[in-house]
């Protein structure tokens, strides 16, 4: 029996080889920086990225995939699968949905789900983990999507920042705000809400933005990725504590690329929860 083939984008940040090794299909968004366009790559691609990003005056752009780009993928599925399911970035973070759901269109739009997983990162990732296991064991189409829908509405994300600096030049902070915010030492709590990355509160200092991201855990969390950009020790700090707090929880760490990271910028951390 053919299982049923999953698609992503490369905010899930699976790594080259996990995605070979669990035949996840991969779509990767672009980055525009300083006169080129790279696909965004795997986790362990990212450190000369960031290291011009903190070297530039330029800030980046991102692109969704072409619809050409997801055809070409849903053919190549087809070839080892009868049915396809897509679970891509937040529609309100990207026109990636949009990409996926007109290329479903021209390609089979009877064999392939797409669904919004209103999510990106380790909890992206997680949806997609679901979706594979669920197909290796034999389970349909319309089970799968029915899964991923109730598990997507019991996941969140919180981040904080370093510096306030790609915030500002990401246009999410003035110039005003930023230098008052530094001065301060204010680091903003950014939380993805009904699929959108919104300020959800702020704190004087990174360990205290870090304590009141921890307290928004439920105790009944059952996975968190803790998310970060080219800062694996504290991540590492961060996954120690965790672990003697939610016994219970499996916990890992995941790096995070140029689409989101560069919005947050370098030394960013957060943490995304499912239960």
């Given at each position: 029996?053919?299982?049923?083939?999953?698609?992503?984008?490369?905010?899930?940040?699976?790594?080259?080889?996990?995605?070979?090794?669990?035949?996840?299909?991969?779509?990767?968004?672009?980055?525009?920086?300083?006169?080129?366009?790279?696909?965004?790559?795997?986790?362990?691609?990212?450190?000369?990225?960031?290291?011009?990003?903190?070297?530039?005056?330029?800030?980046?752009?991102?692109?969704?995939?072409?619809?050409?780009?997801?055809?070409?993928?849903?053919?190549?599925?087809?070839?080892?699968?009868?049915?396809?399911?897509?679970?891509?970035?937040?529609?309100?973070?990207?026109?990636?949905?949009?990409?996926?759901?007109?290329?479903?269109?021209?390609?089979?739009?009877?064999?392939?789900?797409?669904?919004?997983?209103?999510?990106?990162?380790?909890?992206?990732?997680?949806?997609?983990?679901?979706?594979?296991?669920?197909?290796?064991?034999?389970?349909?189409?319309?089970?799968?999507?029915?899964?991923?829908?109730?598990?997507?509405e019991n996941m969140s994300i919180n981040l904080t920042v370093d510096t306030l600096e790609y915030l500002k030049r990401g246009g999410r902070l003035s110039n005003t705000t930023a230098f008052i915010g530094t001065l301060l030492n204010i680091k903003p709590v950014i939380g993805l809400v009904d699929g959108k990355l919104v300020p959800v509160g702020k704190e004087r200092g990174k360990k205290k933005a870090m304590e009141s991201i921890i307290s928004k855990v439920p105790e009944n969390v059952k996975r968190i990725s803790i998310a970060h950009v080219q800062n694996i020790s504290e991540a590492e700090q961060y996954k120690s504590e965790l672990e003697k707090r939610f016994t219970n929880a499996l916990i890992t760490i995941d790096e995070l690329g140029p689409v989101v990271g560069s919005h947050i910028g370098p030394k960013a951390i957060g943490l995304c929860s499912s239960w």
């Open positions: 029996m053919k299982k049923i083939q999953i698609v992503t984008d490369s905010t899930a940040y699976f790594t080259r080889e996990d995605s070979i090794k669990n035949n996840i299909n991969i779509v990767p968004l672009s980055v525009h920086f300083c006169g080129e366009v790279d696909e965004e790559g795997f986790p362990g691609d990212f450190e000369s990225f960031f290291e011009k990003l903190e070297n530039s005056n330029e800030f980046p752009t991102t692109s969704q995939p072409a619809v050409g780009d997801f055809a070409e993928v849903y053919k190549k599925a087809f070839e080892i699968g009868e049915e396809i399911i897509v679970i891509v970035i937040s529609s309100e973070l990207s026109g990636t949905h949009n990409s996926a759901r007109l290329a479903a269109d021209m390609v089979d739009a009877d064999n392939i789900t797409v669904i919004d997983s209103k999510t990106s990162a380790g909890n992206l990732k997680l949806l997609v983990e679901i979706a594979t296991q669920l197909s290796e064991q034999g389970a349909t189409r319309k089970k799968i999507e029915e899964e991923i829908i109730k598990q997507r």
